[in-house]
């Protein structure tokens, strides 16, 4: 699993993360609805990268869809709960797993039909992500936002995008799709967003 787990040893993020994961009971495997959504647009043949991806649905929607899967997040309990699962619905050999700090790792330049980022926000990853998507395929990010902070002060102010964030950030040649708030979701506001590359 990944590529180079042994200096993500004392990460903090890798601590917090596989500390949350290995204390719960169930995970549901549920895909995010922004997955859902990627896959019906009928994107370009292609891989698929989900990113902080986390025990991914999405990543087991997009592999039952065909695609190959890059699945990157830092929590090595994530990873072994998706690389579990992946081998009980028959789709490990769609799905690979990298335990990667997102803020060194950097996906293939148009290497992905589809780039997914749920729950995380990082300027320079969505910048990379942005740049790894194929011409005519999609980038989804779902990421809080600043009035998150307003309801949890302790929110670090880089995990949520600004005003305008993230659209205002795709380079050109994107055009959005979809843009909406979710003001009272259970950990804070959010902002979805799905734009496709022009082909
Ligand atoms: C809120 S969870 C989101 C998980 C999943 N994408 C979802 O929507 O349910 C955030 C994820 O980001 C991962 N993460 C946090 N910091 C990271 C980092 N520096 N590099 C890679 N992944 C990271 C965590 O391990 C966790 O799985």
Redesign the pocket.
């Known amino acids: 699993m990944g590529d180079a787990p042994g200096m993500l040893a004392g990460?903090p993020?890798?601590e917090?993360?596989?500390a949350?994961?290995e204390g719960r009971d169930a995970v549901s495997f549920e895909p995010?609805p922004l997955a859902v959504r990627a896959l019906s647009l009928r994107p370009p043949d292609g891989p698929v990268a989900?990113?902080?991806?986390?025990?991914?649905g999405?990543a087991l929607l997009a592999a039952s869809a065909g695609r190959r899967v890059t699945a990157?997040?830092?929590?090595d309990v994530?990873l072994g709960l998706l690389a579990r699962e992946a081998s009980r619905r028959g789709l490990a050999g769609l799905i690979t797993v990298v335990q990667?700090?997102?803020?060194a790792?950097r996906p293939d330049a148009g290497g992905y039909a589809i780039v997914?980022?749920?729950?995380?926000w990082?300027r320079a990853v969505f910048a990379a992500a942005a740049g790894a998507v194929t011409a005519g395929g999609l980038l989804g990010w779902?990421s809080l936002t600043d009035a998150a902070r307003r309801r949890r002060p302790s929110l670090c102010a880089g995990w949520c995008v600004g005003p305008g964030e993230p659209a205002a950030l795709l380079p050109p040649g994107f055009a959005v799709l979809d843009l909406r708030d979710v003001p009272s979701a259970p950990?804070g506001a959010k902002r979805l967003m799905l734009a496709r590359r022009e082909a």
Do not use: F, K, M, Q
Request: with cysteine; charged share 30%.
């Open positions: 990460h993020d890798r917090r993360w596989n949350r994961y995010h989900d990113l902080a991806c986390g025990p991914s999405s990157v997040d830092i929590s994530a990667a700090d997102l803020r790792w997914l980022c749920t729950g995380y990082d779902e950990h």
